[in-house]
């Protein structure tokens, strides 16, 4: 039964790799402005070099660029809202210091 859920958790560890692999292809298409008919290239250039990409042709087409692009997208939206959050907060907390320490003291 252990064995089971070690081979699973291997399993997904992989494939999590893989995805991984193929969203740094698409984040390269992304950055390069390619358009995202030369990601299938890329992808199978990889596999020619023996980069273990899966078998599966789903995640290697255009359509699937797309994809892991607008999901890239979306993250970098969450994390750049949060960031510029906390760069506010920050500067609003370093500003009431500044008041704090020039207001006089009795």
Not at 7 to 26: G, P, V, W, Y
Not at 42 to 63: A, F, P, R
Not at 66 to 84: A, M, P, Q, T, W
Request: charged share 25%; proline share 3%.
């Amino acid at each position: 039964m252990a064995s089971i859920g070690i081979a699973t958790m291997c399993q997904s560890n992989k494939e999590n790799e893989i995805e991984e692999k193929l969203f740094r292809t698409a984040y390269v298409v992304a950055t390069e402005h390619l358009p995202f008919v030369k990601y299938p290239t890329l992808v199978n250039l990889q596999k020619e070099n023996g980069i273990d990409l899966g078998g599966g042709e789903y995640y290697s087409t255009n359509m699937a660029c797309k994809r892991f692009i607008d999901s890239i997208s979306e993250d970098y939206k969450d994390v750049e809202g949060f960031l510029i959050e906390k760069i506010i907060s920050m500067n609003v907390t370093f500003i009431r210091r500044q008041i704090l320490d020039k207001t006089p003291r009795n």
